[in-house]
């Protein structure tokens, strides 16, 4: 571990305690990979609760979390996730100090994230295509959250058209308004033919199912956990389609809540998440240079920061 595991609280209707239990070993391996490549001084950690997200009754629900996060004296530092807020975090804040995306300080991490997937986007199209000008290119954004938005808002910006998709109606509205795009069905998204599929919702979308549907070149988006399994990874890789390793190109949110902790001025952390660029580069060239498919390259990348800070660490004890 890099430093205090850092992740936040997922609310949302798990059909059981075994499924949520995975999502959240699954999430907290994703942040402490996600740390790692950011240059971060954390390690990973997730919460998850089990219920109707929706629901209004929250000041009781979220203070007695806070005092689970409290009970471990620092070592885990939560934040809002899906489902959550940051009134939420402010229930939170009254039972424990160990609790970051709070209102009037770091605040709401998506335009942060939406920034750093953006230049992540670009980064790959710079690999791909030899320049990074999103400028003409057609993009298929699946989820128009608060992530998903602010993404619309700045490839829409620099000149790229939009098919976009989300299970609410009014998010996609917006989009389409704001930004010029074209709307299709939740389930229509992947075979859009596109440049770019940019998945912006849950995770593991990219399954036996829907991968042979894909008709894109690049796979980079927001959400986390997005192959369901490592194998599809490689088989992105066998279709010549170019993957932004998640938890690289969604680090935006991680680094925006780590400048809260450090007391960053808001600058510094957008310019931080900017970085992305770079590593998602990297990201490639080990890629590359060691014949592996990007998800592995990422997973090196992580581990190699991993393995250096811990050597440190063991030779100045």
Wanted: with cysteine; proline share 3%; glycine share 12%.
């Amino acid at each position: 571990m890099l430093g205090p595991a850092l992740g936040g609280t997922r609310f949302w209707h798990y059909a059981s305690d075994q499924e949520a239990l995975i999502d959240s070993l699954r999430l907290a391996r994703g942040m402490t990979y996600k740390a790692a490549v950011a240059g971060l001084n954390l390690g990973g950690g997730k919460s998850v609760i089990i219920g109707d997200h929706r629901t209004t009754r929250r000041e009781a629900l979220f203070r007695a979390h806070g005092r689970h996060v409290e009970s471990l004296k620092g070592r885990y530092i939560t934040a809002e996730d899906v489902g959550t807020s940051t009134a939420d975090m402010e229930y939170i804040k009254a039972e424990t100090n160990h609790v970051t995306g709070l209102i009037g300080k770091s605040g709401d991490p998506s335009p942060v994230t939406a920034y750093g997937v953006y230049r992540g986007i670009k980064a790959c199209a710079r690999y791909r295509y030899g320049s990074d000008s999103l400028t003409g290119k057609h993009v298929a954004l699946q989820g128009c959250g608060s992530v998903g938005y602010h993404l619309a808002r700045l490839l829409s910006a620099e000149g790229a058209s939009i098919t976009c998709t989300d299970i609410d109606p009014q998010r996609v509205k917006r989009v389409v308004e704001e930004c010029g795009a074209t709307a299709v069905g939740a389930d229509d998204i992947y075979g859009v033919r596109a440049d770019i599929f940019a998945p912006c919702a849950l995770g593991a979308v990219i399954n036996d199912a829907t991968l042979s549907r894909l008709a894109v070149e690049i796979v980079a988006g927001a959400a986390n956990n997005q192959l369901a399994e490592d194998r599809h990874g490689d088989l992105l890789e066998q279709r010549q389609i170019t993957y932004a390793p998640d938890y690289v190109i969604n680090g935006g949110g991680l680094i925006n809540v780590n400048a809260e902790l450090h007391g960053w001025a808001p600058e510094r952390a957008r310019s931080k998440a900017g970085e992305i660029y770079d590593t998602i580069l990297r990201v490639f060239e080990i890629a590359r240079e060691e014949g592996i498919p990007s998800y592995r390259a990422a997973d090196r990348l992580a581990e190699q920061r991993i393995a250096a800070v811990a050597k440190v660490r063991r030779n100045f004890v």
